[in-house]
Structures are given as structure tokens and as C-alpha cells.
């Protein structure tokens, strides 16, 4: 959408012996907010491509201080209008873009390297703090699709909260002297609406992407998305010739690296969209400045407001959405389970065990403390915490083998919530640091609340990937209505760093489920288990509530089938949570096992 | 620098005093400034002697890398500060000693003052370095000479053995390596006497009398035919690695077929520079003292007829190979400049096919890795070919500097690519030998081959394409230099970026290369992964036949590349590009872990049509074998197809074709197009459709 800007007339207002006036003052109003631009006479740096050294080293004299009033702006009222920020210089740069993969991108594909990089780990060390961080290329904002601000321009974007006429001025503040404020004479017409993100340069794009295009955006955001004026990047990939509705892929990045080129993307025709955490919010919120003690999921709000703008934009099919990545991607999913298909973890970095990490997230969510709390009123960082979500109180990370992991608290949030198939590779969110002990608490908390889970942490862990051009994973159309399966207490689960896998081995087909019953075909390795129909839409059971069950065996093609396992069957209620547990269901080679659930009339 | 006046330069003959006496004098070192100064003194050699030969050994260690800068050596001025005359000069073929018989001729004669030398470039060792020097005079308790000197000529090449004087293990018939090692660390550390065996050649027979005037041609030292490379190791570990085995016996080298030489036998072979009649010698020293009265049948040889002609490996024996039915046969072969910056022997080994085909076979050599030239895991990819594995170290297949090994510094050699050259000398011996067709060589490499356009139809490459990136290459700073100070070489261009193909595959766009697979193998950690991308980049830019797989595992960059080998060096090749089946390579972390780019597609050689204006090739996706194994994922793709390495289709830059896509299956035109030479003259037809039922893609110069 173009944005309509409008005429505006600056008047100047004459202060002596003060810095020089702000120039060039401009602003237009657009999707709820109003884009300010003016000269910035700091951004000396022309046309010729500005590195973030030059950005990070540089000195700059002036500060502006941006005003807003419902009334024209003069000198003597100057006072009475409200001072929305003092912005530093060079605001027109989107330093918020660095990113160690583009700094990767633009050092692997040029040639300047003399041997530097001749070595295990050439990044190591490498951020927006390091010599090398420097040499990335940082970009101008652009506030119209695609289009990068003209250098020496400075910029400041109001999110509106009121509909109604508002004057803005903008001075200059240099050692410790205001400048008269050039003011807008004309008011800026502003209305509340939804923001929208804006289309940034692509700049010199990647040596390698995944395929299609991937569009780079900005979206300026203030309460409720963020604690303050703030604005955050992000990329959206789509295929080609993508019309149909695709699935998405949300990707969330590990810590150190970005929204611009995610390492991986599983499915040929999803759209993929990558968020930044940066600042740094551990993939949740931040303090809110308004309210001493609360810690408000900004971020997650934030992303689904992204998703909600992205619905519009591309043709996302709303019942495909996997969030893939590390902690992130299990936080979304922990916090808003009903978006989303399944869950893809590459592997969980769990840095607020972390005493090393504990200040970044300090400076979101200040201490670790029983008083600092979010909007559901847990403490101590527990709104991080995957198995505290679940369980409501931390889990072992090691189980001995023979013992079943320790039950939930008995009105754990995890008994009630219906959470989309996890689908990890590595061990568990809350790993024990030893070599190759236990799983992790997370796992034991998705085990003992009986959520589906399929997870490999063998030599590192393989993930089990939906397959590239079909997009089934497993050959199962996954959505966010569909029931599944979940898996518990597998005698196939295996422990150690040779062979860890949790459910590893089982696949399932045939679902089917009306308002009566749920059928589901279960095959793996010969192995006892129990199952738990998870996501149910339409056989609701009821707390108490009787159930006829049974299975049959039935061949699938396979060279050395065993023995076939007889026939069970029996009746079952449905427990406190209105969950329904068959076990020691068994499964053998060769044969697929149907399982059969029906509401006892 | 002083120059020395013109008649002091001359030699002098002074008068004979009946035997010819080498002897050591040692070296009292001092420093001196930024360098050191040697003094001798050399009131030992008779006055007015004749002066045949005199070397200044500095016992510098030779580690395995040119030195940083030039060791000079100089005759100094009485005030001991101004160098005199020209510098020492290294003495070939070892350059590991400096020929000072001019100064010491000078210094003889009384022509110039013994101020000793003055030495600047590297710490000579204190307690070793002296001057050798060769002159008339009376040999006291000269060592033992040599017996039972054998001497002949094959293939070019002069070939002496000997029984060695002073060998500690006369007897037994095997030497342990432990036992062989003490020996040698002995020598090494100068502990104890030292014996070496002097070469020398004649145009007349070499007699007490004639041998001052003989050619020195080398100085060989004890155990020279040991083969440490076939010494059984045993594996201890990734930071360890292989170590050789101290109880194993230690095997020896052959110079004629399947003799491996006995324990006591010295050897030595050179190539022949000139044809003639040659007479040799093998003198024995012993701490520089050398036995040159007892010269006799037992250590004189000659006259050989010597002819300069091609050389040839030495046939020692028939093994199999350890995966694959087919024999290996292992040959010594002996070299020396320019196959060699040394005097050396190397191991390659040769397999015929297990299946033979009809008409000449494909070579395809196997040279990507560390190991012997007759390594058994050595596994050919296709059963038609002859395989041929040359002395293996994949760090060194792109070159080594000519300092590597001897007291050069980087500046007084070059980066040289011996092995490349072994292998063009080679060539005409294995297809006369084996029936090799010459147009169908194939490699298995890792970032060399590709770089032989002339020699080889295809290449699978592997490991790393770009040292600098990749942590293997910090061996190579050894053989190239740093790369901030890179060494001079025989490309004129830093051995770096020589080697670096992504960046030199990008910057020569119109140069013509093998169809390239890539695969990178295994240790991705080791080799590097920031290398791929760009490499992939720049074949993809520059629109070349190619192929990969990501993946660590397979050693050739395709699905399945039997297609391949019956493509020959002379045929076009159909570069496919941005294939809809592609995986994503990453930009040096991320992508597809086990993907692969172009590796589903496959195209028909043989069919082809290379005319003035059209060019045609039937194009296809992996259908799989019987079980669907290397199927295409799915029946269908596109990519972009431009002809390259064509004989005859040329275009000119804005040329205008049109193409024309038709299945095999049916024969229906399934696509048109018109495309427009690019500026390098490339034709490419774009998104064209390739299914595993075939398609013929051609393309007409447009009326």
C-alpha cells in the first residue's frame, strides 16, 4: 500500500545561539502510524555502502527531540507539547538488521580472506561487538515497500492510540543546546488501525536461499506489541508460484543469529517466516514499563500479530503452521498450542539454566524472582520454563530407566491443554550436563502429561523431517484439528548417547475420529506402549465417562514378520482430565496395530 | 660486497701428493650482528694443496618447510664486516650442503685471508657445521669401502645397489622398525660415526687415479633402501592418528622386478639427461672421511650404455584388492627433477578391470586421500576402468615448493605441481601397458583434477576446493607459504588462490572444464564446509556441467554416475543449473544436510550432436535401479541447460537460437523456446523439462 503523505509546510522558529534547526521535516500517516523523517546531517556517508563499524564507532554531536501535540506547534508552546523520544542520530540506518547471517553470507561469498578463515569454527566469536561484526553492511530503513530512505535522513515512527488531527516538530539537541523546533504546519490526520510491517531493500540477497523469494520487513510497534516504541525485522520466504494456501514454517532462530536467512526449511512449497528476537526478550516479552513486577509476552504477541498481517498478505493455509527452531519454537507452541500443526525442535538451547546467559535475560525479564510475574501470574522466569508450563513445577532431568518420570502437579496445566505433536531432535529442553544422562525435563514432563512426542538424541540427534515436496510428515497430513496419537512409556524408548529416542520407531495412519469413537493405525518396532488420543475435536470425553476399546493386528508388507499379537480389548473411563490411557498396547514387525475407541452408549 | 679480484678466482692445480683425502674441518660459530661468523682452521691442509672440492655443511634442520629467507653465505674481509665474492651456492640435488671450493681454493693459496665465513639467514648448528674439503694428500684409515656395486641401465634410467659398509644389521632377515629407527635417530642426531655413500660418474673408468676428475652426482646415506612407507601402523586415536608399528618389519625398495633389494643393500637411481657411455662409482665416508683409494670391481661399475628415454615403474608384486574382485598391481617408480624436487621413489599401483570392456579401457585414477600408492581400500567406481592410485597425500596433489625438503628458502624456488607431472609422464606408459583410451581419463580428487581440462573427461572431486577456508589446509602453508606471503609458483599466481576453484572457476568463465561432481567425502569438520557454497555459486554462475551431493558419505557428488563414463574428453557436456529439484548448499552454515544439486540428472554422450549451428542431448532424470534405489524424487523436473565444452556449436555474444524440448517417450514437442548467447557466448535454454522418460533438448542457430 502507498502511503498518502501529506502536504506539509515547515515553519521556522527563531532561537539564537542554538544548534542549527532541523531540516527537511516530513511526515505521513499510514496502517495506524505516522512516519516522521527529517535531515540528519550526521548521515554523511552518501551513497557508498555504510558498515556497522562505521555506525557503531561513530561519535554523533546531535540528538533530536521529537513533539506531538493536538495543536501547531510554536516556540512559546513548544512546552506544551508532548516530547515523544529524543532520538539518537543516524536513526534512518536499520542497525536492529545486523545479522551474523548475513555477515557469514557476505564474508563466505566474497574473497577477501587470507587464511583467517582456515580454521575449525571461523565464526567463533564473531557478533555486533566483534571486530568482524563491524564489517557487515547495514542498510538504510525504508518506510515505503522496498524503498531505502534517501541518505541524511532521520526517522521517527508514532503508533497512534486516538483518532484525531496531531502537529509534530522536531529540534536538535547538540551539547546540551536545543535547537527552535522545525514544526509541521500542517496536523498529520491519525487513526488507530492494525500496523503493518514494511517491505525493507533485499540488499544484495544470499549466495544460496531456499526457493522462491524472500522479502525482508520492519514492523514499528508499541504497546501492546512491545513495552515502548520499538521496531523488529523479519523475513518472509514464499515459494514459487505459490497460490494455493501453503503451510508455514516459523522459523525461530538460535541465540546469536537472526530473522534474515535461517538455516534450515523443510517443505519445497511453505512459506517461511522468521521473526528476530532481538532485542533479546527469550522468545516471550519483556518488563512492562507501565506495571512494576509484570513481565508481558510482547514477543508473542507481536509474532501473532505478524502471522495474522501474513494471513492477508500470502496465501497461508492457517492449519498448517509448524514453528520450527529451538526454545522459541517450543515456547510459541507451549503458550499459544491451538495456532499451530505440529513442532519441529532442531535442537533446545535452554540458556536460562544458563548462569552465563542469566543477565541477557535479566534485562527482559529482570531477576529470577517469585514477584516478577506474567500476565498468568508465574514466577521466577517460569513462563521459560517448558515443564514448569506442563507439569507446574520443574522435572527431574535424569529418570533411572526402570522408573516412570515423577507425576504432574494435579491441576498441571499440561493434564487440560491439547498441544500439537513435538517432533525434537536432541535431547530435551533441561538436559543433564553429564554425558548421555537421562532425557531432559521437558520430555519427562510431555511423558508424564501424556503428550505426543517423537524425539532422537542419538549422536546428536536426528530430526525427523516432513517429507520436501508432498509436505507429510511421516505420510500424515498434520494440522491444527487433527487428533493424534500420543505415545507414552514405550518399552522402545531407548536411553544413552549411542541410541536415545523417545517413540522413535512408531508411525501411525488411518485416524479417524467422530462425536462416538477414535480409530488410529499404530506400527513400530515389537515393543509395549501406552496410548493416548491427544487433540480430540469431536469425541469430547467427559471426566469419568466409559469407553469400549479393542485392537486387531493386521499384516504390512515387511520381510521378517513376527509372531502376531492376539487381539485385546476391555473398557476404560476417561480420567480427572477427561483423558482415556490404553496400556501396554503391543506392537510387532510386520503388522500394523488398530486401535479402536468407542463411547459406551 | 667486495668482488674478489679476477685472478684470484682462478682454480688452482697445485701438485699431487698421491691420495685424494676429504676431511671435515670443524666450524667455531659466533654471533655476529643479525648473523653469525664461521671461522676454521684449516692449518691442517697441507700447503699449496690442490683443492678438488669443499662444502660447508651448516646442519641447519631441514623441518619439512622452506626457510622464511635465503641462507647466505659469504667470505668475509679481514675486518670480518664485508662480505667477499658471491655467496655459497646450495649443491644439488639435495641442497642441503653449499659449495665453498672457491673460497677455500682462495684461502689455500694464500690469494685470500681466512677470516672465516659470514652467515646470515638461519642458526647453523654449533656443534656440527664445518667444512667438508676434498684435496691431494694422504688418506690415513679410510673406511671400509663398498662390495658387490651393481650398476644398470632400464628405461631411462641408471640404476646402482651396492652392499653397504658399516650396516648394523648384516644378518637377520627382517629389520624391526624400532630397531631401524634407533639407527636412524642416531644418524640424524649426528651420535656416533656417520656413514654415506658418495656417487660418482665417469666418462672413463673411475680408478684412484681418475677420480678426481669424476662428477659427484649425489651423497647417499645408510639404510637408503628401507621402504618406511610400507611399515605397518596401527591406528591410536583421532589427535594420534596411525603409528607405525615398532616390532614390524621393515620392508625394502626394488629396481628390479618383484626383487625386493636385500637388508645391507645401498641404492641409488637417476634419470639419464644425455645419452653416452657412463662409468660410476659408490665411495663409502664415514664422518666426512671417504674411502676413495679402494676403488676395485666391488664399487666401480660401467661403462652403461645410457639412452634418454621415457622412464617406467618397476613391476614388485600382485595383490588383491580389499573390496572389489579385481588384482592391484604395485610398482616402485624412481625420480628425480622435475617429476621430483628430490631425488625419490614413489609406490602407484595399477588394477585392470574386473570386467572387460570392448575396446580401450578408462583410466580412472584415485588420488584423494593420505595413503600408499599401493593402498587396497582403493575402490574404483567403475568395473570397466584400470585404476591407478599414485603415492597419496591429497595436501600435496596441488602442488609442493621446491625448498620442501632442503635448505631453499621460499624465495629461491617455486610451487611446482609434481604430482601432475608424474602422472603426464606416466600416461603413455599405462595406455600402451594397460590399453588405456587416452580421451576417457577420469579422477577421483580432491581439488586437483579439475583444474586439467586437457586431461580428464570428468572428475569427482571431494574433501575441500579452497585450502584457504578449509582447517586441512594449514599443511599446505608447509609446501605453499603463508597465505598472506604466498610463495612463488610455476601458475604465477599464488598456489591460494590457484587452487581456490570457486574464485578461479568464477573468474575464468570461458575456460572449459572436465564435468565436475563434487562430494564432500567425510571430516567436513576438517576440510571445511565455507568453501561449498561458493563453489557452488561460481559453477552455477558460470553455467558448468556439474553436480553434488552434501552430504559426508558418498566419495562421487551423483546419485549415480555410470552415465558418466562413457563420455570422453572431446564430447560437449549439458550444464544443468537451477534444477527444480536442487537441495539448499547453505552460505556456510545451514541448508539441506543431505541434499544435492543436479545429482538426479543425467544426460546421453554418445547421441549427441555438435554441429556448427545445432547442438543436441538427450537429457533425463534418475529413474533408479530394479529396487528404485537413485530414483529422482520425483518423475519430473526443470532445470536450465546451456552446452559447454562443444567442438563445433559456437556462439558469438547476442547470437540468437531456438530450441526446441521433445520427449523421447512419445516423441511430442513438449517445449520451444528462443534464447540469446550471453556474453561469454553460452547458449542456454531455460526451465527446460526433463523426466525420467527422456527428453532431446536442441538447439538451431535462428535464420
Not at chain 2, 97 to 117: F, M, P, Q
Not at chain 2, 223 to 231: G, L, N, P, V, Y
Amino acid at each position: 500500500m502507498r502511503p498518502a503523505t501529506c502536504a506539509l509546510v515547515v515553519t521556522s522558529l527563531a532561537f539564537a545561539a542554538q544548534p542549527a534547526q532541523v531540516e527537511g521535516l516530513k511526515a505521513f500517516h499510514r496502517a495506524g502510524q505516522t512516519f516522521l523523517t527529517w535531515n540528519d546531517p550526521e548521515d554523511a556517508f552518501g551513497d557508498k555502502p555504510v558498515t556497522w563499524g562505521q555506525l557503531r564507532d561513530a561519535k554523533p554531536r546531535l540528538r533530536y527531540c521529537v513533539y506531538r501535540s493536538d495543536k501547531p506547534i510554536t516556540a512559546e508552546n513548544l512546552k506544551r507539547a508532548r516530547l515523544l523520544a529524543e532520538v539518537a542520530a543516524l536513526s534512518g540506518f536499520n542497525a536492529n538488521s545486523w545479522s551474523l547471517e548475513r555477515l557469514i553470507n557476505q564474508t563466505v561469498f566474497a574473497n577477501d580472506d587470507h587464511g583467517e578463515l582456515m580454521k575449525y569454527g571461523p565464526f567463533k566469536g564473531w557478533s555486533m561487538d566483534s571486530p568482524e561484526g563491524g564489517q557487515l553492511l547495514i542498510p538504510r530503513f525504508a518506510i515505503e515497500d522496498g524503498k531505502p530512505l534517501p541518505p541524511g535522513t532521520g526517522l521517527y515512527v508514532h503508533s497512534a492510540t486516538t483518532k484525531g488531527n496531531a502537529f509534530y516538530a522536531v529540534s536538535v539537541v547538540a551539547d546540551g543546546a536545543e535547537s527552535a523546533p522545525a514544526a509541521l504546519a500542517q496536523p498529520v490526520a491519525e487513526e488507530p488501525a492494525a500496523w503493518e510491517p514494511v517491505e525493507q531493500p533485499s540488499g544484495g540477497g544470499f549466495g544460496f536461499d531456499f526457493r522462491g523469494t524472500r522479502r525482508f520487513y520492519v514492523t514499528w510497534v508499541a504497546p501492546p506489541l512491545a513495552p515502548r516504541p520499538m521496531y523488529f525485522n523479519w523475513s518472509v520466504l514464499v515459494p514459487p508460484d505459490c497460490k494455493e494456501p501453503a503451510p508455514v514454517e516459523l522459523f525461530f532462530h538460535a541465540p546469536g543469529y537472526s530473522y534474515a536467512r535461517p538455516p534450515v526449511k523443510f517443505i519445497e512449497r511453505s512459506i517461511q517466516i522468521c521473526p528476530h528476537d532481538f532485542p533479546f526478550s527469550g522468545w516471550y516479552g519483556y518488563r512492562d514499563p507501565a506495571q512494576e513486577g509484570v513481565v508481558r509476552p510482547y514477543t508473542l504477541r507481536r509474532i501473532e500479530a505478524f502471522l495474522k498481517w501474513a494471513q492477508g498478505r500470502f496465501p497461508i493455509d492457517p492449519q498448517r503452521i509448524i514453528p520450527v527452531g529451538g526454545d522459541g519454537a517450543a515456547l510459541i507452541a507451549l503458550h499459544r498450542p491451538e495456532l499451530f500443526a505440529y513442532v519441529l525442535i532442531t535442537g533446545f538451547e535452554a540458556r536460562q539454566l544458563d548462569p552465563k546467559s542469566a543477565k541477557e535475560f535479566e534485562a527482559a525479564w529482570g531477576p529470577r524472582s517469585p514477584d516478577i510475574k506474567d500476565e498468568q501470574g508465574r514466577g521466577s522466569w517460569a513462563w521459560g520454563e517448558p515443564d514448569v508450563l506442563l507439569c507446574g513445577k520443574p522435572m527431574p532431568s535424569v529418570v533411572p530407566k526402570t522408573d516412570p518420570p515423577p507425576p504432574p502437579e494435579p491441576e498441571a496445566p499440561g493434564n487440560r491443554t491439547e498441544l500439537p505433536l513435538f517432533v525434537c531432535r536432541s535431547y530435551s529442553w533441561g538436559r543433564n550436563p553429564d554425558y548421555a544422562k537421562g532425557r531432559g525435563r521437558f520430555y519427562y514432563a510431555l511423558q508424564s502429561t501424556r503428550h505426543a512426542l517423537h524425539a532422537h538424541w542419538a549422536w546428536g540427534g536426528n530430526l525427523t523431517t516432513p517429507e520436501k515436496f508432498s509436505g507429510l510428515w511421516q505420510g500424515l497430513d498434520l494440522t491444527n484439528t487433527a487428533p493424534i496419537p500420543a505415545i507414552t512409556y514405550s518399552s522402545e524408548d531407548k536411553e544413552g548417547e549411542g541410541g536415545g529416542h523417545q517413540n522413535h520407531s512408531y508411525t501411525w495412519s488411518d485416524v479417524k475420529e467422530d462425536a462416538d469413537s477414535f480409530e488410529v493405525a499404530i506400527q513400530g518396532q515389537p515393543s509395549t506402549f501406552d496410548l493416548t488420543p491427544r487433540r480430540l475435536f469431536k469425541l469430547k470425553p467427559k471426566p469419568g465417562e466409559k469407553f469400549r476399546w479393542e485392537t486387531a493386528c493386521q499384516e504390512v508388507p515387511h520381510w521378517a514378520r513376527r509372531k502376531k499379537p492376539e487381539p485385546k480389548s476391555g473398557t476404560i473411563a476417561a480420567d480427572a482430565n477427561g483423558l482415556i490411557t490404553l496400556k501396554g498396547l503391543e506392537t510387532a514387525t510386520g503388522y500394523k496395530l488398530v486401535v479402536r475407541i468407542t463411547r459406551e452408549k | 660486497m667486495r668482488k674478489l679480484p679476477a685472478l684470484l678466482i682462478l682454480a688452482l692445480a697445485g701438485p699431487a701428493f698421491g691420495d685424494i683425502v676429504t676431511q671435515r674441518f670443524p666450524a667455531s660459530v659466533a654471533p655476529s650482528g643479525a648473523g653469525a661468523i664461521a671461522r676454521f682452521d684449516l692449518a691442517a691442509l697441507p700447503r699449496d694443496t690442490r683443492i678438488i672440492r669443499a662444502r660447508f655443511l651448516p646442519f641447519i634442520k631441514i623441518g619439512g618447510v622452506p626457510l622464511d629467507e635465503p641462507v647466505v653465505i659469504h667470505a668475509l674481509d679481514k675486518d670480518a664486516a664485508t662480505a667477499v665474492g658471491k655467496p655459497l651456492e646450495l649443491v644439488p640435488p639435495r641442497f642441503a650442503t653449499l659449495d665453498a671450493t672457491e673460497v677455500v681454493r682462495l684461502w689455500a693459496s694464500g690469494k685470500l685471508a681466512n677470516h672465516g665465513l659470514g652467515i646470515r639467514g638461519s642458526n647453523v648448528d654449533q656443534r656440527r657445521a664445518c667444512l667438508e674439503i676434498t684435496f691431494d694428500g694422504i688418506l690415513k684409515d679410510p673406511p671400509p669401502p663398498v662390495t658387490g656395486l651393481k650398476a644398470f641401465y632400464r628405461a631411462g634410467q641408471v640404476f646402482l645397489t651396492w652392499g653397504e659398509a658399516n650396516c648394523p644389521f648384516a644378518g637377520p632377515d627382517e629389520v624391526k622398525w624400532k630397531d631401524l629407527k634407533a639407527d636412524l635417530d642416531r644418524i640424524r642426531d649426528g651420535k656416533g660415526p656417520v656413514t654415506t655413500y658418495r656417487i660418482y660418474r665417469h666418462t672413463r673408468p673411475i680408478t684412484r687415479a681418475t677420480i678426481a676428475g669424476a662428477e659427484l652426482l649425489d651423497e647417499v646415506g645408510q639404510h637408503s633402501a628401507f621402504d618406511e612407507r610400507e611399515i605397518k601402523t596401527e591406528w591410536k586415536g583421532e589427535q594420534i592418528k596411525n603409528v607405525r608399528v615398532g616390532d614390524a618389519p621393515v620392508p625394502r625398495t626394488a629396481v628390479e622386478e618383484k626383487a625386493m633389494l636385500p637388508i645391507g643393500t645401498g641404492v641409488w637411481a637417476t634419470t639419464c639427461r644425455k645419452d653416452g657411455d657412463f662409468y660410476y662409482a659408490v665411495a663409502t665416508t664415514v664422518d666426512g672421511v671417504e674411502n676413495s683409494v679402494a676403488l676395485d670391481a666391488g664399487n666401480t661399475a660401467g661403462p652403461l650404455h645410457e639412452k634418454v628415454a621415457p622412464t617406467e615403474p618397476i613391476f614388485l608384486r600382485e595383490q588383491p584388492l580389499q573390496y572389489q574382485k579385481r588384482p592391484q598391481h604395485c610398482y616402485v617408480w624412481w625420480l628425480d627433477p622435475p617429476l621430483s624436487s628430490l631425488p625419490a621413489f614413489i609406490h602407484l599401483s595399477l588394477s585392470p578391470p574386473e570386467k572387460e570392456p570392448e575396446g580401450p579401457r578408462v583410466l580412472f585414477i584415485y588420488n584423494w586421500w593420505w595413503g600408499s600408492g599401493w593402498n587396497r581400500a582403493a575402490q574404483y567406481p567403475t568395473a570397466e576402468s584400470v585404476g591407478l592410485t599414485i603415492d597419496q597425500n591429497c595436501m600435496r596433489t596441488r602442488g609442493v615448493h621446491d625448498g620442501y625438503g632442503t635448505l631453499k628458502a621460499w624465495s629461491q624456488g617455486k610451487v611446482r605441481d609434481t604430482f601432475v607431472r608424474q602422472f603426464r609422464a606416466l600416461l603413455p606408459w599405462i595406455k600402451a601397458k594397460y590399453n588405456v583410451d587416452d580421451e576417457r581419463l577420469f579422477a577421483l580428487s580432491s581439488g586437483w583434477a579439475w583444474h586439467y581440462p586437457d586431461l580428464f573427461a570428468a572428475v569427482f572431486e571431494c574433501t575441500t576446493m579452497n585450502l584457504k577456508r578449509s582447517p586441512a589446509g594449514n599443511e599446505c602453508k608447509r609446501y605453499w607459504g603463508d597465505p598472506k606471503t604466498p610463495a612463488p609458483t610455476e601458475w604465477g599466481v599464488s598456489a591460494w588462490e590457484y587452487w581456490n576453484a570457486p574464485e578461479w572457476i568464477r573468474s575464468n568463465p570461458a575456460v572449459e572444464l572436465p564435468l565436475i561432481t563434487y562430494a564432500p567425502r567425510m571430516h567436513t569438520g576438517d576440510f571445511g564446509i565455507l568453501d561449498k557454497p561458493p563453489l557452488y555459486r561460481a559453477l552455477l554462475d558460470t553455467r558448468r556441467a556439474w553436480s553434488t551431493v552434501f552430504g559426508e558419505g558418498p566419495l562421487i557428488g551423483h546419485k549415480d554416475p555410470d552415465w558418466m563414463f562413457a563420455l570422453r574428453r572431446s564430447d560437449s557436456v549439458a550444464a544443468f543449473g537451477n534444477c527444480s529439484l536442487d537441495d539448499n548448499p547453505g552460505i556456510g552454515f545451514g541448508g539441506d544436510p543431505h541434499g544435492q544439486m543436479n545429482a538426479w540428472l543425467a544426460f546421453e554422450p554418445r547421441t549427441q550432436v555438435d554441429a556448427p549451428d545445432r547442438w543436441e542431448m538427450t537429457l533425463y532424470l534418475l529413474s533408479g535401479d530394479k529396487r528404485g534405489r537413485n530414483a529422482a524424487p520425483l518423475d519430473a523436473c526443470t532445470a536450465d541447460v546451456t552446452p559447454r565444452r562443444c567442438q563445433k556449436f559456437k556462439a558469438s555474444p547476442g547470437d540468437k537460437f531456438a530450441w526446441t524440448n521433445t520427449s523421447v517417450a512419445d516423441g511430442k514437442v513438449v517445449q520451444t523456446g528462443v534464447a540469446e548467447a550471453d556474453q561469454w557466448g553460452l547458449v542456454t535454454a531455460p526451465k527446460v523439462l526433463i523426466s525420467k522418460g527422456k527428453n532431446r533438448l536442441a538447439i538451431q542457430r535462428a535464420k
